[in-house]
């Protein structure tokens, strides 16, 4: 516990608790469920919603650039949830942002693991290639 919590692990920290918290605000103010069986799906839909900046954020830890990236995608998404949850065109459906919302998260943040994890790759396939040219 105490390594993740060096470096960049409380920023990482204070960006996923305020993304939760404000996440978690978003479903109290749409409504509480009457039904037991009403809050598992809401847990359901609220881990959904908070895993694409959680994964990132606890996988990538150790760089400025991802923490800031994955940031800025927590605040969109908080400005999206508001105005599709609480807007002036809000109408039956807008829920429907809970469930679309974080496969574009995912979208995003895979491409952001692409750009981080894959230049190295390449560079040692190139390596690779470079040696068995040289040698052949």
């Not at 900046?53 to 996988?59: D, G, S, Y």
């Not at 990236?69 to 969109?76: E, K, R, S, T």
């Amino acid at each position: 516990m105490k390594q993740w919590l060096s470096n960049f692990g409380v920023l990482n920290f204070l960006v996923l608790a305020g993304y939760a918290i404000a996440i978690l605000e978003i479903f109290v103010a749409a409504g509480v469920p009457g039904e037991n069986e009403a809050w598992l799906w809401a847990l359901l839909f609220f881990l959904w919603c908070v895993a694409p900046i959680a994964f990132p954020l606890v996988v990538l830890r150790r760089s400025w650039l991802v923490t800031l990236i994955v940031a800025l995608i927590a605040i969109y998404s908080i400005y999206e949830y508001t105005v599709g949850m609480r807007g002036p065109d809000t109408t039956s459906t807008s829920a429907l942002i809970l469930l679309s919302l974080p496969i574009y998260q995912w979208g995003v943040i895979t491409l952001l693991f692409g750009i981080w994890f894959l230049p190295p790759v390449f560079r040692e396939i190139y390596k690779e290639f470079r040696k068995l040219a040289n040698n052949g």
